[in-house]
């Protein structure tokens, strides 16, 4: 954890609004994921934070990654673009997951020369990859339960329990190369109950469409979603990973790769905002704080991730629930109703806010003027 201290000090060197990314967070993130799963691959998927230096660390740590457009491929493709062209061929295909199950033809014929492992749930998908991207490997997205996950994802995507077999030996029927299946138990996976169901599932599917003749699946794919500790309901990631140990260990023979795309749980606690208060009011009796970044840019997360940040001072004293208001002229730029801060914080004070790396500097606009913040990379 960055300290208080440092945060200052960055701030004070850089101006805020600062979003301070901490490296060895990063490192030890991975290394936990590792530790705690030691059968399974990680794919970190870009889209939590695409930022190429957090990509290049987790690269150097021995990360694969998942990616879902062309821009986030080729952000990882700049880091091999100097190996030897066969070398590189080979690192994608063990490294790289493209995820997103809909790919438009253009990205499909970019996409085709490099050979990479694509999702797909339905037909028209295969007719789509058949005519762009033949090379390609497939897995099989799956629809899974998201009971209780902070981000939902399967009235998008995944096919049906009932429809995936089908659509594994269609593809194969027309000449593809089905390699194994894949599905996401929705982000912030606090339910662990649904990795449990999902696992049972793809078993069910991966078994059933071996005994029709799909001979050539290799790898499970257990997708994200595993939650990051935002506050003490969250339980130990090891309890998740014993029970996933469990079940895989019980469902798939040690042949059967398995990977996974966590994106929240490696970046989520590597990221901190420091804010500076540039307005104050009292509005029907209850104290509001104007910070200048807000909900267009780091704190995204409120409406686009369902993500309730709080923040901290640096400055102690008595508290008083507030409001903590964006810069914008928008009335949606809240960030928070109810945050317990210092009453005596003056303007040109600054507050910040820790477990801000997920979905947020990501999602940053330029709405209204305003710059998203400054990025900052740091080592402890
Ligand atoms: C967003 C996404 C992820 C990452 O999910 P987290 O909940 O951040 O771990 C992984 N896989 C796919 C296909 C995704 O869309």
């Known amino acids: 954890?960055?300290?208080?201290?440092?945060?200052?000090?960055?701030?004070?060197?850089?101006?805020?609004?600062?979003?301070?990314?901490?490296?060895?967070?990063?490192?030890?993130?991975?290394?936990?994921?590792r530790k705690y799963l030691p059968r399974v691959q990680a794919y970190y998927a870009v889209k939590a934070n695409s930022d190429p230096a957090i990509v290049k660390t987790l690269f150097d740590a021995g990360a694969s990654f998942d990616v879902a457009s062309m821009p986030e491929f080729m952000i990882v493709h700049e880091l091999i673009r100097d190996m030897p062209e066969k070398e590189r061929q080979a690192w994608i295909w063990d490294k790289i997951i493209y995820a997103n199950p809909i790919k438009a033809n253009g990205t499909l014929r970019q996409l085709d020369r490099y050979k990479p492992l694509v999702t797909y749930d339905n037909l028209e998908e295969i007719k789509k990859i058949k005519k762009f991207a033949p090379r390609a490997g497939l897995a099989l997205r799956l629809r899974v339960p998201n009971t209780g996950a902070m981000v939902e994802l399967s009235s998008k995507f995944g096919a049906s329990s009932g429809e995936a077999v089908d659509l594994i030996l269609e593809a194969e029927k027309e000449g593809l190369t089905v390699e194994g299946i894949s599905f996401h138990v929705g982000s912030q996976t606090t339910n662990f109950d649904n990795y449990v169901q999902a696992l049972n599932l793809a078993a069910n599917v991966f078994r059933e469409a071996k005994a029709r003749g799909a001979g050539k699946m290799f790898l499970v794919d257990i997708g994200g979603g595993f939650p990051a500790p935002y506050d003490d309901s969250v339980k130990p990631f090891r309890?998740?990973?014993?029970?996933?140990?469990?079940?895989?260990?019980?469902?798939?023979?040690?042949?059967?790769?398995?990977?996974?795309?966590?994106?929240?749980?490696?970046v989520a606690t590597a990221g901190t905002v420091v804010c500076t208060v540039i307005g104050k009011a009292v509005r029907d009796g209850k104290l509001c704080y104007y910070v200048d970044d807000g909900v267009y840019h780091t704190f995204s997360g409120v409406?686009?991730?369902?993500?309730?940040?709080?923040?901290?001072?640096?400055?102690?004293?008595?508290?008083?629930?507030?409001?903590?208001?964006?810069?914008?002229c928008d009335a949606l730029d809240v960030v928070s109703m109810t945050e317990r801060l210092p009453a005596d914080l003056k303007l040109g004070d600054?507050?910040?806010?820790?477990?801000?790396?997920?979905?947020?500097?990501?999602?940053?606009t330029h709405f209204n003027g305003f710059p998203p913040a400054k990025v900052v990379h740091v080592n402890r």
Do not use: W
């Not at 960055?10 to 994921?33: C, I, S």
């Not at 600054?350 to 940053?364: E, F, K, L």
């Open 1 to 33: 954890m960055v300290s208080t201290k440092r945060l200052q000090q960055l701030a004070r060197q850089h101006g805020t609004p600062l979003f301070v990314v901490d490296h060895d967070e990063l490192r030890k993130n991975y290394a936990t994921f």
């Open 239 to 266: 309890e998740l990973a014993k029970i996933l140990n469990r079940e895989l260990d019980r469902l798939f023979p040690k042949d059967i790769q398995i990977l996974a795309e966590p994106g929240r749980f490696l």
């Open 303 to 328: 409406i686009f991730d369902h993500c309730q940040y709080h923040f901290e001072a640096f400055k102690k004293g008595p508290v008083e629930t507030c409001s903590v208001f964006g810069p914008t």
């Open 350 to 364: 600054m507050v910040y806010s820790r477990n801000i790396g997920a979905y947020s500097h990501a999602s940053s």
